[in-house]
């Protein structure tokens, strides 16, 4: 059964034939034969597309384009960092056109509002935009088809695309090329004319194929932001405030001067609250080489003028957060009555759990390179860095210059490959950084971070406190549940009066719990904010995930029954679950409800799926144990199963298993690196993954005290992709959050050992 009704299926798409547009040049398209432009809903709206002037057509943001030797170009307008959009976007486009996968190229768009939103995160490229990127080659297929039919004279019921080419009565046929420029001299086709394939008919999607940039990774040729050298250009490294909030007090740069090779020492501004996802500030040594600016650089000396934010230490600030959710908080979602019931004591059970401050830590750090030329009203700006929301940061980068949006065409911003985000990579305060000291120099600069830098400096995941209780029923259920969350929220360096989560974000795996119940209190608190918070992939599913997969396998535990059963029973019949009419502002990740509801029968299959496959419930030899987890999140349904040895101990993390639907996947092969991206992420937050704050600054410094996952700690790992005609859901995030409970809840299994505060090298070695 497929969740696409069909006002969703036929929702208008609107077409542009843009071949002869001058505008093509300026987001540096090749002039093809034939160009199609489309506008993806919810980005612009576009009536009488034929009549559109070039200003006009800044609203389309996704282009096809066919040459006259039937080479195809398709622009991937978001970023890529691994996750594989950059295949993908070509990919759902080319199967609806019927193009050869061997004739289509892959050209990166450039951060430019013509593209509308280009922000790469939520998981959203694929399952925001799924049938309107195939709109676009299903537009671009029968536009050939009526070029043929022109040519042959005959109708285009007559005539079918297949493999680049298209056919025609009597074993006519053309290729792509030699109809492109005829098909250019067309009228984009109505809405209701564009007729998409059946899925059972697909040759791209959900099909493996080669990936693009798959060749120049291997053979080290790919173009990262550390990769951009220019002529005349400077290295920038960078010693910020240790406190947020903090200004620079005195400097004795007198030693660094010294180094051969520095050029300057430069004083970053000071930009005050919020800080949003500006600069810190500070000081910049500024060399021709990278060697130069880091030696420079520790000798460098700085005395900070810090604010308030000294005075957190995340030890002290993490037990406030757990005696905080140990009382009644702010209810968000309400169900029956949960505070005039009497708990029977030996059928209740509550848990409080933590975890601490996470930083991204991608293999790659922040880097940017801007060159800034002209003056006053004329100054304009070139970047390169790898971003997440290029938009965004461009929109920043023309406030630094002193210009308004509308003369974005002034900053061009080059969107590199990424070596990991995360979620890092989306803020642009080192770009920013490269921007003013570029400005300041009149010349290139890189800034370069270096592992301290981004260990110190990031935007963490929230610190958080999670509070879990209710009560068995006769049958093994649960009831009575009572679940609290308190956490610094991401919204505070934006506002810096913000105290609590939005309800965007306690729609991330805690409002939205989709259990059986019929009592029920949802609640959060009031908190203060002290270091940057940002979104770190999963988000608050990370802790939240956490809390829920443990608190089901306790109370399995405590009813004598398995996990797997539990999970059962606790969602019930199979339903739409709705948390809305019980007072919740569920924000459903932004996806349609029709499309993407919370479907508990596809839940149910997944928890099944995983128990059959991991065997979970087989008997295992002592100090061994097996733990699940299962979490929806971003429109997908994953759970994940590990097993772990526990002997001395020490954890030894033996085998992991997701099992994933996703609805429809595209690209099956980065969907399975995807997941076990997420594994490995996983274990990482689980077993190790910790930032301290002491004093109001972060103590690691580098992988010897912020560790993540090494090879010989990673497990033979399985991934199960349920297939599926559903809707597509998110896969670069979902994989995570029931990683982390499988672990923890494998060791409980295997050692009796309950763990709930993360990491789990607090509790025993790993």
């Given at each position: 059964m497929s969740y696409y009704p069909e006002q969703v299926l036929n929702k208008p798409l609107s077409v542009t034939n843009v071949s002869r547009r001058q505008f093509l040049k300026g987001l540096g398209l090749s002039s093809s034969a034939l160009v199609l432009g489309c506008t993806i809903p919810g980005f612009a709206t576009l009536a009488n597309a034929a009549e559109r002037s070039d200003t006009e057509l800044h609203e389309l943001n996704v282009f096809v384009s066919i040459s006259k030797d039937g080479t195809t170009e398709i622009v991937c307008h978001r970023a890529e960092m691994g996750q594989g959009i950059r295949t993908s976007v070509p990919q759902i486009i080319a199967e609806e056109l019927e193009a050869d996968w061997q004739r289509v190229t892959m050209r990166q768009g450039l951060a430019d509002k013509r593209y509308g939103a280009q922000g790469t995160a939520g998981s959203t490229s694929i399952r925001s935009h799924f049938n309107e990127?195939?709109?676009?080659?299903?537009?671009?297929?029968?536009?050939?088809e009526q070029a043929a039919a022109q040519r042959w004279q005959v109708s285009t019921e007559q005539v079918r695309a297949s493999e680049h080419k298209i056919l025609g009565p009597n074993g006519l046929s053309a290729d792509f090329g030699e109809l492109a420029q005829a098909a250019s001299l067309l009228a984009q086709p109505q809405p209701e004319q564009i007729t998409l394939k059946a899925a059972a008919?697909?040759?791209?999607?959900?099909?493996?194929?080669?990936?693009?940039?798959?060749?120049?990774?291997?053979?080290?040729?790919?173009?990262?932001?550390?990769?951009?050298?220019?002529?005349?250009?400077?290295?920038?490294?960078?010693?910020?405030?240790?406190?947020?909030?903090?200004?620079?007090?005195?400097?004795?740069?007198?030693?660094?001067?010294?180094?051969?090779?520095?050029?300057?020492?430069?004083?970053?501004?000071?930009?005050?609250?919020?800080?949003?996802?500006?600069?810190?500030?500070?000081?910049?040594?500024?060399?021709?080489?990278?060697?130069?600016?880091?030696?420079?650089?520790?000798?460098?000396?700085?005395?900070?003028?810090?604010?308030?934010?000294?005075?957190?230490?995340?030890?002290?600030?993490?037990?406030?957060?757990?005696t905080l959710v140990n009382q009644k908080g702010i209810n968000i979602r309400k169900l029956g009555e949960v505070y005039q019931h009497e708990y029977d004591q030996e059928k209740t059970l509550e848990a409080?759990?933590?975890?601490?401050?996470?930083?991204?830590?991608?293999?790659?750090?922040?880097?940017?390179?801007?060159?800034?030329?002209?003056?006053?009203?004329?100054?304009?700006?070139?970047?390169?860095?790898?971003?997440?929301?290029?938009?965004?940061?461009?929109?920043?980068?023309?406030?630094?210059?002193?210009?308004?949006?509308?003369?974005?065409?002034?900053?061009?911003?080059?969107?590199?490959?990424?070596?990991?985000?995360?979620?890092?990579?989306?803020?642009?305060?080192?770009?920013?950084?490269?921007v003013e000291l570029a400005m300041k120099l009149n010349k290139p600069v890189k800034v370069v971070w270096s592992r301290e830098d981004d260990m110190e400096h990031g935007f963490y995941h929230s610190i958080s406190a999670n509070y879990m209780k209710a009560q068995l029923t006769d049958d093994n259920g649960a009831d009575y549940w009572i679940q609290r969350v308190a956490y610094p929220p991401i919204g505070w360096i934006?506002?810096?009066?913000?105290?609590?989560?939005?309800?965007?974000?306690?729609?991330?795996?805690?409002?939205?719990?989709?259990?059986?119940?019929?009592?029920?209190?949802?609640?959060?608190?009031?908190?203060?904010?002290?270091?940057?918070?940002g979104w770190v992939r999963s988000v608050a599913c990370i802790n939240n995930g956490f809390a829920l997969g443990s608190f089901v396998d306790e109370l399995a535990v405590k009813a004598k029954v398995t996990t797997t059963d539990m999970w059962l029973?606790?969602?019930?019949?199979?339903?739409?679950?709705?948390?809305?009419?019980?007072?919740?502002?569920?924000?459903?990740?932004?996806?349609?409800?029709?499309?993407?509801?919370?479907?508990?029968?596809?839940?149910?299959?997944?928890?099944?799926?995983?128990?059959?496959?991991a065997q979970v419930n087989d008997k295992l030899p002592q100090g061994q144990g097996w733990g699940i987890g299962f979490l929806r999140s971003f429109g997908s349904y994953v759970a994940a199963a590990t097993k772990v040895s526990v002997q001395d101990d020490k954890v030894t993390v033996l085998e992991m298993h997701t099992a994933v639907d996703i609805g429809v996947a595209v690209t099956p092969d980065r969907v399975r690196a995807q997941m076990e991206g997420a594994m490995v992420f996983g274990l990482s937050i689980t077993l190790m993954g910790e930032i301290d704050v002491k004093d109001g600054a972060v103590v690691q410094s580098n992988f010897h005290n912020g560790p993540?996952?090494?090879?010989?700690?990673?497990?033979?790992?399985?991934?199960?992709?349920?297939?599926?005609?559903?809707?597509?859901?998110?896969?670069?995030?979902?994989?995570?959050p029931p990683i982390i409970p499988s672990i923890t809840n494998a060791i409980y299994h295997a050692s009796g050992v309950r763990i709930r505060d993360l990491p789990v090298n607090k509790h025993l070695k790993v």
């Open positions: 990127l195939r709109r676009l080659g299903a537009a671009a297929r029968l536009m050939l008919d697909f040759r791209l999607i959900g099909k493996e194929v080669k990936l693009f940039d798959l060749d120049d990774i291997v053979a080290g040729k790919a173009v990262y932001a550390q990769d951009i050298y220019l002529d005349d250009m400077l290295i920038a490294s960078i010693v910020r405030p240790p406190v947020v909030g903090g200004k620079v007090k005195a400097i004795d740069d007198s030693a660094a001067r010294k180094v051969a090779g520095v050029v300057d020492i430069v004083t970053l501004k000071h930009r005050g609250y919020p800080v949003a996802t500006n600069p810190l500030g500070g000081v910049a040594v500024i060399a021709t080489n990278t060697y130069a600016a880091l030696k420079a650089r520790s000798v460098l000396k700085v005395k900070w003028d810090n604010d308030d934010n000294q005075q957190h230490q995340s030890d002290e600030y993490l037990q406030h957060l757990k409080t759990y933590s975890v601490p401050y996470i930083n991204h830590s991608p293999m790659e750090t922040p880097c940017a390179t801007a060159r800034i030329s002209g003056q006053g009203a004329d100054i304009q700006a070139e970047v390169w860095a790898g971003t997440q929301h290029p938009q965004w940061a461009q929109r920043q980068v023309l406030a630094e210059l002193g210009l308004s949006d509308e003369q974005a065409g002034q900053v061009r911003l080059t969107m590199t490959l990424m070596g990991g985000a995360f979620g890092r990579k989306s803020k642009a305060d080192f770009i920013l950084e490269s934006f506002n810096d009066k913000t105290d609590r989560p939005s309800a965007g974000d306690l729609s991330v795996g805690f409002g939205d719990t989709p259990f059986a119940f019929n009592n029920a209190s949802f609640e959060t608190h009031k908190v203060d904010t002290h270091i940057r918070t029973k606790l969602l019930g019949d199979d339903r739409f679950e709705d948390p809305r009419p019980q007072g919740f502002k569920y924000s459903n990740y932004s996806m349609p409800w029709d499309t993407h509801p919370i479907d508990i029968a596809r839940m149910k299959q997944l928890i099944k799926l995983i128990s059959d496959k993540v996952t090494r090879m010989h700690q990673v497990p033979k790992m399985f991934v199960h992709i349920l297939e599926s005609d559903h809707a597509p859901g998110g896969v670069g995030e979902p994989g995570v």
